[in-house]
């Protein structure tokens, strides 16, 4: 099926599905539910098991999931309070997709992660300000700041989470400027000694040298 959504005069957001055919294209979350899907970019991702995408209720915010059927379209997990802890930043590692959950109030994110089942739908680790930015196929990548240096941290979604390298931050350090590739994940940082750019490759696991030094 092919997602989609559309406004009700520009205010409330609608999730269809269709396959192509007027007797397929099914109104999934309407006005009937009293709540609100959020599909803007980055905060749904597509597994075998379907849609996954954050809804509010102007109460809470929870985390849904559909097959592409009204009837297959269901709640997997409260997971923050409205307005203020907002599910985003949503990457997919194999079949699992992996969130955010930032808390404005306490300047802390929760990392959260489902396979699309309420019993798969659990949160891993907390970081503070920590922001989820990239995926291989063994782990997920996350961002902290302070201070003018940047901490990478690895989790494999079955634990806390390791920070694997720190550096000063050659701005902006997001996901931008990280890529996986070949089961590693591939950045850019500046040499904390000499003040050049590195390149670095990380399995998940701490790292202790680039791979590549372009100099000053």
Do not use: C
């Not at 059927?69 to 309070?81: K, M």
Request: proline share 4%; no cysteine; glycine share 12%.
């Amino acid at each position: 099926n092919f997602f989609f959504s559309n406004t009700n005069s520009g205010i409330r957001q609608h999730l269809w599905a269709t396959d192509g055919s007027a007797a397929g294209t099914e109104l999934l979350f309407g006005p009937d539910r009293r709540a609100e899907p959020e599909l803007q970019p980055g905060q749904a991702a597509a597994l075998s098991r379907g849609l996954v995408f954050p809804v509010t209720d102007f109460s809470r915010y929870s985390l849904w999931v559909s097959d592409g059927t009204s009837a297959g379209t269901v709640q997997l997990a409260v997971v923050g309070d409205y307005p203020y802890e907002r599910p985003t930043n949503v990457v997919v590692m194999g079949d699992r997709a992996f969130f955010n959950v930032y808390d404005l109030a306490t300047q802390s994110a929760r990392l959260w992660s489902t396979d699309g089942t309420s019993a798969g739908t659990h949160e891993v680790a907390g970081l503070a300000e920590g922001s989820l930015e990239a995926a291989t196929a063994t782990h997920v990548f996350l961002v902290t700041q302070s201070a003018g240096a940047a901490r990478l941290w690895a989790t494999d979604g079955n634990s806390g989470a390791l920070e694997v390298a720190s550096f000063r931050a050659y701005a902006p350090f997001g996901r931008n400027w990280l890529k996986a590739f070949g089961g590693r994940l591939y950045f850019l940082a500046e040499d904390n000694r000499a003040g050049g750019l590195d390149l670095w490759a990380s399995h998940g696991t701490v790292m202790h040298a680039p791979v590549f030094s372009f100099g000053t």
